[in-house]
């Protein structure tokens, strides 16, 4: 009688721990969205399994790749002079040779500065390097020796710091905008402050800088200012947050947001031109090319859009039968590039696709999973 | 629409921006928020609560006449349940009334252990997927993102020791006073496993959990003593001590 009332009990006290193991925590397992960028007929993307690739677009093979150590890569990697830069989650900057993916140096050497998911930036042999531990990084290029570490920012920092003139920008989760000597990392005078923490990375244009907020509005805050220029939309706010970076060209921002909508917004007024829906979050950011612009949803579609009407055409995989499929296959989180007609996409199945903008479609796509 | 589709539509998504929404109202307070939606859980479980102290109330008083009724039939067992049941019916208690109220709060801990990973975003990944989740009103919108430490913990990760004693010290009291003291040595014996049985589960389990669960479950626990120490008039049988403990127990 008795054992039969412990087992039960024992059964009890386990249910939730069953339970909880048949539905999903929420908590994932970071996997990375590393972008793509291209230099000289290479294409270098990170990988969902830790690696860095290099990619010959003509022969469509790949030249080399660098396994990271159990660690994921957000970060876009950057290619300055004969090298290219990478920041891993596991909070390491690697300098790697662009012709062999040989390691040249890797900051620091031992342990870690936090994880690492902002794309860093290159400047005057500097590499500007945002960090989990709230800290900006400013390392040389040549040796990786560190210049200097601002003080702590924030908790974490997870957006990519933007230059202009001899100042560094930094966006923050608690909602501020700092501005940094380039030089020393030191604070300058002017800062910025929001209700709301900002989800994106800043994009400068003039004298104004954008970015998107977690209130689920699209800020232009010019530099000097405490208040913001306008905020986007103007009466209620957006479907979602604006998580991707905006981008401006001839004074009109074009901003994807997680409403599944590109807005193009006057960069002056704030004032709306044109909506276009693109069916799903946009989690990239859109890019310009040739005067189009590329715009790519998390489902998978991408479009061609006309910057000044916002009409657009959707983007094919002529090696589906289905003509309702998405343009590719996979979830679309990476930043993607646009170099000499081509839009180079790594999807969330590890795979790159490269998209020819003239025939829309899906020209060919590799895998990176293995060498 | 998949079940896990449901569940996040009925309890998941529910749960996850009232505690985003608390902490916003609660000055950025995660933690705090944890610990007010605890308190409102308990509210409303409160008429359950009341039925479940009921009930054990009404079995302590009834271990007399089961004892007897254990006497007389021990060697009939199909008697002596029927015995039983006619007893508990007269008595109108349900001798499983008092687990009612914690299998109703199982899926209050898997969402809450959701709603804390979730809300906390630690990897970016997750604060993505938590932008398709969270409700559009303007309070929750306000509070991403959330600060994850309170009182020197850090709600999202595991392993904290402290708490892991303090859940299983006051789940160990919550049940030390409401446990009947035993008749005999082998009932003393069972008894005392159970009594340390669970409280050492919970505390086990609040080391593989997050500190925002294992702060759910010891404020759940400290409720539960006060809740007890009123309704039932005192502190039970929390410092009874068994003429049995000294005694070994035979076959061991």
């Given at each position: 009688?008795?054992?039969p009332?412990?087992?039960f009990?024992v059964?009890i006290?386990?249910?939730?721990?069953?339970?909880?193991s048949?539905i999903?925590?929420?908590?994932?397992?970071?996997?990375?969205?590393?972008?793509t960028?291209?230099?000289d007929g290479i294409i270098?993307a990170?990988?969902?399994?830790g690696?860095?690739?290099a990619?010959?677009?003509?022969?469509q093979?790949?030249?080399w790749?660098y396994?990271?150590t159990?660690?994921?890569?957000?970060?876009?990697?950057?290619?300055d002079?004969?090298l290219?830069?990478?920041?891993?989650?596991?909070g390491?900057v690697?300098?790697?040779t662009?012709a062999?993916?040989?390691?040249?140096?890797?900051?620091?050497?031992t342990?870690?500065?936090?994880?690492?998911?902002?794309?860093p930036v290159v400047?005057?042999?500097t590499?500007?390097?945002?960090?989990s531990?709230?800290r900006v990084?400013?390392l040389?290029?040549i040796y990786?020796d560190?210049k200097w570490?601002s003080e702590?920012l924030?908790e974490?920092l997870w957006?990519?710091p933007v230059?202009?003139g001899?100042t560094l920008?930094?966006?923050t989760?608690?909602?501020?905008?700092?501005a940094?000597?380039?030089?020393?990392?030191?604070?300058?005078?002017?800062?910025?402050?929001?209700?709301?923490?900002?989800?994106?990375s800043?994009?400068i244009?003039?004298?104004?800088?954008?970015l998107g907020?977690?209130?689920r509005?699209?800020?232009a805050?010019?530099?000097?200012?405490?208040?913001?220029m306008?905020?986007?939309?103007?009466e209620?706010?957006?479907g979602n947050?604006?998580?991707?970076s905006?981008?401006?060209?001839?004074?009109?921002?074009?901003?994807?947001?997680?409403d599944?909508k590109?807005?193009?917004?006057e960069?002056?007024?704030?004032?709306?031109l044109?909506?276009?829906?693109?069916?799903n979050?946009?989690?990239?950011?859109?890019?310009?090319?040739?005067?189009?612009?590329?715009?790519?949803a998390e489902?998978g579609?991408?479009y061609?859009?006309n910057?000044?009407?916002?009409?657009?055409?959707?983007?094919?995989d002529?090696l589906s039968?289905?003509?309702?499929?998405p343009?590719?296959?996979?979830?679309?989180r990476?930043?993607f590039?646009?170099?000499e007609g081509?839009?180079y996409?790594?999807?969330?199945?590890n795979?790159?696709?490269?998209v020819d903008?003239d025939m829309?479609?899906?020209?060919?796509?590799?895998?990176?999973?293995?060498k | 629409?998949?079940?896990?589709?449901v569940w996040?539509?009925?309890?998941?998504?529910?749960?996850?921006?009232?505690?985003?929404?608390?902490?916003h109202i609660?000055?950025?307070?995660?933690g705090l928020?944890i610990?007010v939606?605890?308190?409102i859980?308990?509210l409303?479980?409160w008429p359950?609560t009341?039925?479940?102290?009921n009930?054990?109330?009404?079995l302590?008083d009834m271990?007399?006449?089961?004892?007897?009724l254990?006497?007389?039939?021990g060697?009939n067992q199909?008697?002596l349940q029927?015995e039983?049941?006619?007893l508990?019916?007269?008595?109108g208690?349900?001798?499983?009334?008092?687990?009612?109220p914690?299998?109703?709060q199982f899926?209050?801990w898997?969402a809450?252990?959701q709603?804390i990973?979730?809300?906390l975003?630690t990897?970016?990944?997750?604060?993505?997927?938590?932008a398709?989740?969270?409700y559009s009103w303007?309070i929750?919108?306000?509070?991403?993102?959330?600060?994850s430490?309170?009182?020197?913990?850090?709600?999202?990760?595991q392993?904290n020791l402290i708490l892991?004693?303090i859940?299983g010290?006051t789940?160990?009291v919550q049940q030390?006073?409401?446990?009947?003291p035993?008749?005999d040595?082998?009932?003393?014996?069972?008894?005392?496993?159970?009594l340390l049985?669970?409280?050492l589960m919970f505390g086990?389990?609040?080391l593989?959990f997050?500190s925002?669960?294992?702060l759910y479950w010891a404020?759940s626990?400290?409720i539960g003593i006060?809740?007890q120490?009123?309704?039932t008039?005192g502190?039970?049988?929390?410092k009874?001590?068994?003429p049995?403990?000294?005694t070994?127990?035979?076959?061991?």
């Amino acid at each position: 009688m008795k054992q039969p009332k412990t087992l039960f009990l024992v059964a009890i006290a386990l249910l939730p721990l069953v339970l909880v193991s048949c539905i999903s925590s929420g908590a994932s397992v970071p996997r990375g969205w590393a972008g793509t960028v291209v230099h000289d007929g290479i294409i270098y993307a990170g990988t969902r399994d830790g690696r860095v690739v290099a990619i010959n677009s003509s022969t469509q093979s790949q030249q080399w790749d660098y396994a990271f150590t159990s660690t994921a890569i957000y970060t876009t990697p950057i290619v300055d002079g004969d090298l290219v830069y990478v920041g891993t989650y596991s909070g390491q900057v690697y300098a790697l040779t662009i012709a062999r993916g040989i390691e040249r140096w890797v900051y620091p050497r031992t342990g870690s500065i936090g994880a690492i998911v902002g794309t860093p930036v290159v400047a005057n042999e500097t590499i500007y390097v945002s960090s989990s531990d709230g800290r900006v990084y400013a390392l040389d290029t040549i040796y990786g020796d560190l210049k200097w570490k601002s003080e702590p920012l924030a908790e974490k920092l997870w957006t990519s710091p933007v230059i202009q003139g001899d100042t560094l920008y930094v966006s923050t989760f608690d909602g501020h905008i700092y501005a940094l000597s380039m030089e020393t990392g030191e604070l300058l005078g002017w800062s910025f402050e929001s209700e709301a923490g900002f989800a994106s990375s800043p994009v400068i244009y003039g004298d104004t800088i954008f970015l998107g907020s977690f209130d689920r509005h699209l800020y232009a805050v010019t530099i000097g200012s405490n208040v913001s220029m306008w905020k986007f939309p103007q009466e209620k706010p957006a479907g979602n947050w604006f998580w991707a970076s905006p981008i401006v060209n001839e004074g009109i921002v074009y901003a994807g947001c997680l409403d599944s909508k590109l807005y193009a917004i006057e960069a002056k007024t704030g004032e709306k031109l044109w909506e276009f829906d693109a069916g799903n979050p946009i989690v990239s950011s859109p890019v310009l090319m040739d005067n189009l612009l590329i715009v790519a949803a998390e489902s998978g579609n991408v479009y061609v859009i006309n910057p000044e009407t916002g009409s657009s055409e959707q983007i094919q995989d002529p090696l589906s039968s289905n003509s309702n499929a998405p343009s590719i296959n996979a979830q679309i989180r990476a930043p993607f590039c646009a170099y000499e007609g081509l839009i180079y996409i790594r999807a969330e199945d590890n795979q790159l696709y490269v998209v020819d903008i003239d025939m829309r479609a899906v020209i060919w796509k590799v895998s990176l999973t293995t060498k | 629409m998949s079940p896990g589709d449901v569940w996040y539509l009925i309890i998941g998504n529910p749960v996850l921006n009232v505690l985003v929404a608390l902490s916003h109202i609660l000055g950025g307070s995660f933690g705090l928020a944890i610990i007010v939606l605890t308190v409102i859980i308990r509210l409303i479980s409160w008429p359950l609560t009341k039925r479940q102290l009921n009930s054990t109330k009404a079995l302590q008083d009834m271990q007399p006449k089961i004892q007897e009724l254990q006497k007389k039939y021990g060697k009939n067992q199909q008697k002596l349940q029927q015995e039983m049941m006619k007893l508990y019916k007269e008595a109108g208690v349900n001798p499983l009334g008092c687990l009612w109220p914690m299998l109703i709060q199982f899926p209050i801990w898997i969402a809450l252990y959701q709603a804390i990973m979730r809300a906390l975003a630690t990897t970016p990944e997750n604060l993505l997927d938590l932008a398709q989740r969270l409700y559009s009103w303007d309070i929750v919108s306000q509070a991403i993102p959330l600060n994850s430490h309170f009182l020197g913990l850090d709600l999202g990760s595991q392993g904290n020791l402290i708490l892991a004693i303090i859940v299983g010290g006051t789940m160990w009291v919550q049940q030390k006073m409401t446990q009947a003291p035993a008749v005999d040595p082998r009932q003393e014996s069972t008894s005392r496993m159970m009594l340390l049985m669970m409280p050492l589960m919970f505390g086990f389990l609040t080391l593989m959990f997050p500190s925002g669960l294992a702060l759910y479950w010891a404020v759940s626990n400290i409720i539960g003593i006060i809740t007890q120490y009123f309704v039932t008039g005192g502190w039970g049988y929390l410092k009874f001590r068994s003429p049995f403990q000294s005694t070994p127990v035979k076959g061991k």
